[in-house]
């Protein structure tokens, strides 16, 4: 099992990539719905914030099975903002 501190950074790194993403594509690419990309970057910087959290508050007993649902959490968070970027035109 990998660290709390790598998994935070592996956390910030990709919500910070998807930060980016949703940025360049509300900056630079024609017909993007400003509003609809702007609340996309709110909830990027909202699953940060939640799944942050949620490693720094490791239930105790089941910590094995606590690590492989952050894990499946985060997939299926990450999945789900990267089909709302595709759809922002």
């Known amino acids: 099992m990998a ?3 790598t998994l935070k950074k592996n956390i910030n790194y990709i919500a910070g990539e998807l930060f980016t993403e949703c940025m ?12 609809k ?3 996309l ?3 990027i910087l909202n699953m940060q914030d939640e799944f942050i ?3 720094s508050h490791t239930e ?3 910590v094995k099975g606590f690590y492989k649902k952050l894990r ?3 997939n299926a968070k990450v999945d ?10």
């Open 3 to 5: 660290s709390r501190r």
């Open 24 to 35: 360049v594509h509300n900056l630079y690419v024609p017909g993007t719905d400003k509003q």
């Open 37 to 39: 990309a702007d609340e």
């Open 41 to 43: 970057l709110g909830v």
């Open 53 to 55: 959290s949620r490693i």
């Open 60 to 62: 105790p007993g089941n």
């Open 72 to 74: 499946v959490d985060f």
């Open 80 to 89: 789900e903002i990267i089909d709302a970027m595709g759809k922002l035109k």
